[in-house]
């Protein structure tokens, strides 16, 4: 499974995020189409790092790293290629 597909069947499924799944593009913003509020963010978070595998430090919470699936996606890659596994 594509590890994007992962994290949309995530926000639809466990974040019952009541959009379509073809609108949760690469680039759809989460935070502005309310797709991820706070609490969601964390659990978002939590995600991310037990599927992936990855450590996200506190100084990763930012709003560019979880605005589309596409920065998340990206923000796993460079965690993994920095280590942060």
Known sequence: MDPSEALRDYIL?????????EELTADYPLVENHV???????????FV?????VTIEDEELLPENFGT???V???VERLRGAGKV
Do not use: N, P, Y
């Open 13 to 21: 499924d466990d974040l019952q995020w009541a959009g379509k799944r």
């Open 36 to 46: 991820v509020d706070s609490l969601g963010l964390f659990k978002l978070v939590s």
């Open 69 to 71: 699936i596409g920065a």
């Open 73 to 75: 996606m990206q923000l």
């Open 49 to 53: 790092e037990s599927h992936f595998g």
